[in-house]
């Protein structure tokens, strides 16, 4: 899979505009609730101490600033990074009462943000709308502080032959419950299309690595349906 092109990121922009306010009944809707466990899988990896700082990048409508703020006992803090504005909006209405994270309207590619200065970062459901994931994952060493760790939760793909069958005929129906839920079925034909297309678990490690992350390991969640990939800066 190559960079997108400018008109794949308008595509994007208006997926998540088209979406924005169903997102999280959506989410919740597609995956039966699973997101929340995939969610909370990666928190537990990561396994945050009390006072550290973390970026969550693609951040969407918050999820993973919330448990991470839960998790340390709100002894942290969250930057938030999300391009779409009504997405961005969301989350911040949703966690209105949470005083601890601080909200970026900004790219994964160009993070307005000084260097060496998060102890973790993630992005949960984002890489694979990235415009420049190469770029992406450069701005990501940049902001970590040495010895800092990148956690990436995606979907990803399924190895058993029986559960790919399964999923591929699941996956079908996506659209027609978006259509049914949101009154469109485009943004998730563009969601089943991209998870098809994004890269397996090993070439995505291969990605990191080559990005110049260490100890570059990865986890499969629901048999390889969601995968988390995680790297060190040193
Ligand atoms: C599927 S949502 C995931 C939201 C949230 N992280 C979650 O897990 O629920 C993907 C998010 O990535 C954002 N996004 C798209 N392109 C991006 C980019 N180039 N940089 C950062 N975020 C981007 C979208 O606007 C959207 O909010």
Aim: with cysteine; glycine share 6%.
């Amino acid at each position: 899979m190559k960079n997108i092109k400018q008109s794949e990121i308008d595509l994007v922009a208006k997926v998540f505009s088209d979406v924005f306010d169903k997102y999280d009944l959506m989410n919740d809707i597609m995956s039966l609730g699973v997101h929340r466990i995939w969610k909370k899988n990666m928190i537990d990896w990561m396994n945050p101490q009390k006072g550290s700082c973390l970026i969550d990048v693609g951040s969407g409508t918050g999820d993973i600033a919330k448990s991470f703020l839960e998790r340390i006992k709100f002894q942290g803090k969250v930057t938030c990074v999300e391009p779409n504005k009504l997405m961005l909006k969301t989350g911040k209405r949703k966690l209105k009462n949470l005083n601890k994270i601080e909200w970026i309207a900004a790219s994964a590619e160009k993070l307005p943000l000084e260097s060496e200065n998060f102890d973790l970062y993630s992005v949960s459901f984002g890489i694979r709308n990235f415009s420049n994931i190469n770029q992406s994952l450069k701005e990501a060493k940049r902001v970590l502080k040495k010895g800092g760790r990148i956690f990436c939760l995606e979907f990803s793909k399924v190895e058993n032959e029986i559960l790919k069958k399964l999923y591929k005929t699941y996956s079908r129906s996506i659209p027609h419950i978006g259509k049914y839920v949101t009154g469109k079925s485009e943004p998730y034909e563009y969601l089943i299309n991209s998870i098809d297309k994004f890269y397996n678990q090993e070439e995505l490690s291969e990605i990191f690595k080559k990005n110049g992350f260490y100890k570059v390991e990865y986890r499969n969640l629901s048999g390889g349906i969601a995968a988390i990939h995680s790297g060190w800066k040193i």
